[in-house]
């Protein structure tokens, strides 16, 4: 059975030159970079040459540049770490509703202590409407959220001005660049932003590396105490041989970046095309302006049927896609950005997520396009909603007993 | 995560459709869980001759449909009537955790036919 990944957004393979890099900082040079002895210092070159290469996709200076784990963590450091270094001058976030998981619910436990936080809405572009972002700012505003772009949809924010905002204000400004590194330019010397997060499996590094951009001076309060690694902003010893790989990633994406994407763009644009074209009632999730969404991305609704029967369906087909489905997200409830999009609640449950990237194919397209419209047309026949003049949900007494499930 | 059942039978669903002239329909699920199951039966002489269904929902969702058409066909109403959620999981060698209730409301749908059946013939 063929196999094709189209779920880059979720994770990406480990890159074959990123693995080889990594491979000598097992069993050779396995030294932890603090210790002063020759095994120490087997590595501590390693870890500058990495920081050099992640400050390069960046553009800021290696100073700038502190590992962490994951994404997580550093929209976890960033959010937290200026909200408790920043609480004597304010206790205001502002932050959008589309915002991965690691931003909202780090913003929903800041809340529980006392912060008030700003959730800005989207319009059924998934878009912000940036004087809404500017008159949300209050002289207790300490913190402004907003990702480079969207996981699910692939909006691209306008990073750009919303940093002159944010410089206007002189209010501090985190960008969760989680699904922008690598495909889009994050030069942090271009926009004004003061902290920016990037994670290593997105872009070809392993699972359990992250690094954040802090701009010189940006006062934060650390987040994992212990030793002074880090500069004393993130304890924990090195993790050596990923920190190399996440290096190796950032050089290769900086490298490679404008010749893939406009590769995985034309595969993109024709998979859109495509679907767009040959399935009726499918609707597009996100810009409908290609140039505002990440070369990679396409999320679309098939309606009258739900997102997770349809990835079972082309998993027995060997394509591997995400759904915004209640069933996939692990909740009860389909998928937040489709909510904030106001997206209608069957079109969410229904929305199914392609992430490419230059490792797809013409062929792999042109195969998921054949594969694609009888998958469709049977859930569709298999569904009381197709056909239906007017398919308006029933009540539903057992979702009740489920407060979150149907409002 | 789906056992090889519920695989079968989700790629496979039985009793796909709608029974022409049916004498019983019924209806449960709701949108915003992302689960709709619509049961249609043809009822003679109070035994379940004809049944077929149409369902929008996740992989347990249309397998649980489908499990539930099986073992409703033939069976009297009164029978029809004691089959619970419960017992069509089983035959399908269990659900996971998180489908036990949202996506396993099959018999809830034969049983809003069956009422129908009786409201209709009463």
């Known amino acids: ?407 | 995560m789906y056992t090889a059942k519920v695989m079968d039978h989700f790629s496979n669903p039985r009793n796909v459709g709608e029974v022409e002239n049916a004498n019983g329909v019924g209806e449960v699920g709701n949108a915003s869980c992302g689960d709709i199951m619509r049961i249609s039966l043809q009822v003679e002489d109070d035994i379940i001759k004809d049944v077929k269904f149409k369902t929008f929902g996740c992989g347990a969702a249309i397998a649980t449909s489908s499990m539930v058409t099986e073992m409703a066909i033939g069976k009297t109403i009164d029978e029809a009537l004691i089959l619970t959620n419960q017992a069509v999981a089983e035959a399908l060698d269990g659900l996971p955790p998180a489908k036990m209730h949202c996506s396993n409301l099959a018999a809830d749908a034969l049983h809003e036919a069956i009422k129908d059946y009786r409201k209709q013939n009463s």
Not at chain 1, 279 to 296: F, Y
């Open chain 1, 1 to 407: 059975m063929k196999k094709i990944y189209m779920d880059n957004n979720a994770t990406t393979a480990v890159k074959p030159e990123v693995l080889e890099a990594m491979l000598p900082y097992f069993c050779e040079q396995f030294g932890n970079p603090s210790s002063v002895h020759w095994a120490g210092r087997m590595v501590g070159g390693a870890i500058e040459k990495a920081r050099e290469q992640v400050a390069r996709l960046f553009n800021c200076s290696a100073a700038e540049v502190i590992f962490n784990s994951c994404g997580s963590e550093g929209d976890n450091h960033a959010i937290k770490g200026t909200a408790d270094a920043l609480k004597h001058k304010g206790n205001h976030i502002i932050t959008t509703s589309v915002e991965h998981p690691a931003v909202l619910e780090t913003c929903e436990a800041l809340e529980k202590d006392g912060f008030e936080v700003t959730y800005l809405k989207v319009d059924h572009n998934g878009m912000l409407d940036l004087a809404e972002l500017e008159a949300a700012i209050t002289d207790k505003t300490i913190l402004i959220s907003v990702m480079w772009a969207n996981n699910e949809t692939g909006n691209i924010f306008p990073i750009e001005e919303i940093g002159e905002i944010a410089k206007k204000h002189k209010v501090r400004f985190h960008t969760d660049a989680v699904q922008a590194a690598g495909k889009i330019a994050i030069d942090v010397r271009k926009v004004n932003v003061d902290m920016v997060v990037i994670s290593g499996h997105k872009i070809g590094a392993p699972k359990g590396i992250g690094a954040m951009y802090l701009r010189r001076g940006t006062k934060i309060s650390r987040f994992m105490h212990g030793g002074h690694q880090e500069r004393n902003r993130r304890a924990g010893t090195h993790n050596v041989p990923s920190i190399v790989g996440l290096g190796a990633a950032c050089d290769i994406a900086l490298k490679n970046m404008d010749k893939d994407y406009a590769y995985v763009r034309h595969l993109r644009d024709k998979l859109e095309a495509g679907i767009l074209s040959t399935i009726s009632d499918v609707k597009l999730n996100g810009h409908p302006d290609a140039n505002l969404r990440l070369p990679n991305t396409l999320n679309v609704s098939f309606n009258y049927i739900e997102g997770e029967s349809l990835l079972l369906f082309f998993d027995m087909k060997g394509i591997a896609a995400s759904s915004g489905s209640a069933c996939t997200s692990g909740s009860l409830e389909p998928s937040h950005v489709m909510g904030a999009m106001g997206v209608d609640i069957v079109l969410a449950h229904s929305s199914t997520r392609f992430s490419l990237s230059a490792d797809n194919t013409d062929e792999e397209i042109d195969y998921i396009l054949q594969e694609l419209p009888p998958i469709v047309q049977k859930l569709r026949e298999m569904s009381p909603l197709y056909g239906r003049d007017n398919p308006t949900p029933l009540s539903c007494d057992e979702c009740r007993m489920v407060t979150k499930a149907c409002g």
